[in-house]
Structures are given as structure tokens and as C-alpha cells.
């Protein structure tokens, strides 16, 4: 009997992918996303498999920069304490930081507010080869901006352009972005860390609690906490309109730091996997020429050895 052919890495890690990713077609409702989704695993089986993506990761981003081909781009959303830190630190752990570029956009500067509002983003872009990792991103003019209507008025955009139908303008220029950042060799893999009001409570009880994580907390935070409702429509009307074949969301059951990251790994060795990544090959006449160099090399290394061997002369007094 002939063996069934093992299944392909994509498709071992599918489980951990396909449930989360939404790419526009049919209709989105956050509150249909669970929080504290575990995918049938506990703590200890999802740390072996994160372990294992580890591995594969550092292989693949070497391919990846060897290759110089493709670029990657990953873009974390969410909202605070929902593990957008801790995430890229763990998923990308044993990583060549040389091969990676990690960016976290805060409140724009005055030099950044007199480019358009993508401006900052495209000259952050990652090379090919590189990855590309940015802790919030070009979203947060269509989050933070919509929801604090005073930052927009800041931007220095003139009036007449600032209409009822303004995001979805943004929505629009973000995804022709998209598009054609993909048509040119970058891969988009967006994650929105999806947490709940709950266990955000939880994670800023600790920040309190703990000395050690006391300058992670801000009273901005509260603030924030206070608009949830508004941040919530915000993220679904990003993520419903923002969503494509080509760059998709991945909605992140952020509740279990361990799970969200699991997601997370499994989702960027994928799609790696997929770009059938392999290191150059030399052809005919290099090898040939590599076999004279290492010749070469030989010979002077025989020729060095003689010198050691050789008795010194001694001088005359």
C-alpha cells in the first residue's frame, strides 16, 4: 500500500490561520469574533508549535533575504494592552534582527503632518528581501483620527476635503495602497489583536500591581478605555472595508497571549511557505571560478605552513 503523502506545512498550520482570516467577501461582524478562542489547544501544545514556527521563521527569513525577491510586510493593530509588543518580541525571537525593521508609529511630528497622511509609512517600507514590522501603522488615521475628530483637524488638510465621506476615501486609498504594494513583490499580512474590555482590565490591573510594570500604564490608557464603544465600530469598519485577497485581516483572538501568538507565527510561516523560497544557485562558470579561488586559498595556505616550519636564521653579533 502506498503511503498518503504528508501534508504540506500550510496545511498543518491551516487550523491555526483560516478561522481568523477574513479577505473582504461576505459580510464582517466583529462581535462574532471570540476573544478567548484556544483552538482546542492548551498552553503547553501551542508553545511547542510556536517553538517550532521559531525555527522555521529564522530559516525562512534567511531564504527570504538571500532570495531578494519578495518583501514582507506585517502590520499590528489593536488596542492597548492587547499584546502587539509582546507578540512581535516572542514570534520573532532567535530571528536575524538584520533581516528585520521594526517601526512604532506614535502621534505624528509637524514635519510628518505637512506630507500626506501615508507619507510616513511608505518611506518605512521594508527592502526586499527584509521583513517589515510595524506596531500600528497608516490604520490609525482611520482609528485614533476618527474617533478624536480634534487630530484630523490638525492635519492640516484643507477644509473642503475634509468631508462626511472621508474614510471612506481612506479606506479606498489604503487599499489601492495595498494592492499595489502587492503587485510589486510585498507580502501584507495584517493582524488585528482582538481583546476584550475584560481581560484589558485584567492587564491594566497588572501594569498597576506590578513595580516592574508600572511605566507600561499611562493615564492616556483610561482615557482610551473610556471610548471603547466607539473603537470597537472603528476596527469593524476598518476591518470590513479594508480587507482583500491580497491583503487580508487576521481578526487575533488576543485574550490568551500564548494563543494570539501561536496564530500570529503560524500565519507568517505560511505564508513564507508559499513563496517557494530558496537560496541562489551558482552557475557553471562561477563554480569553476570558485575552484581556482579555493585552490588559491590552498596554496597559500601551504605556503604559510612552509614559513612556520622553516628553522629561523640567527643573526651575526
Known sequence: MSKKPSPSLSDQLKPFIAPFRFDGS???HLKSHKTNEKGG?????????????????????????????????????GMDASGKDSAIKSVFEGVNPQGCDVYSFKQPT?????HDFLWRSVIALPERGRI????????EECLVTRVHPDILAKEKIPPKLITRNIWRERFEDISAFERYLARNGTV??????NISKEEQRERFLSRLDEPSKNWKFSMGDIAERAL??????????????????VAPWYVVPADHKWFARLVIGSTIVSALDRLDLHLPKVDKAERSEFKQVRQALLEEAKGSAAKKAAPGKMSKT
Open 26 to 28: 461576505g459580510d464582517f
Open 41 to 77: 489547544l492548551d498552553k503547553d501544545n501551542a508553545e511547542k508549535i510556536l517553538d517550532a514556527n521559531r525555527k522555521r521563521l529564522s530559516d525562512f527569513q534567511a531564504k527570504l533575504y538571500a532570495h531578494d525577491r519578495w518583501s514582507v510586510l506585517l502590520i499590528f493593530q
Open 110 to 114: 509637524s514635519h510628518e503632518l505637512d
Open 132 to 139: 517589515g514590522i510595524f506596531n500600528r501603522s497608516y490604520y
Open 188 to 193: 501584507i499580512l495584517k493582524f488585528f489583536l
Open 228 to 245: 471603547w464603544g466607539r473603537y470597537q465600530a472603528a476596527y469593524q469598519d476598518m476591518v470590513g472595508h479594508t480587507s482583500t485577497d
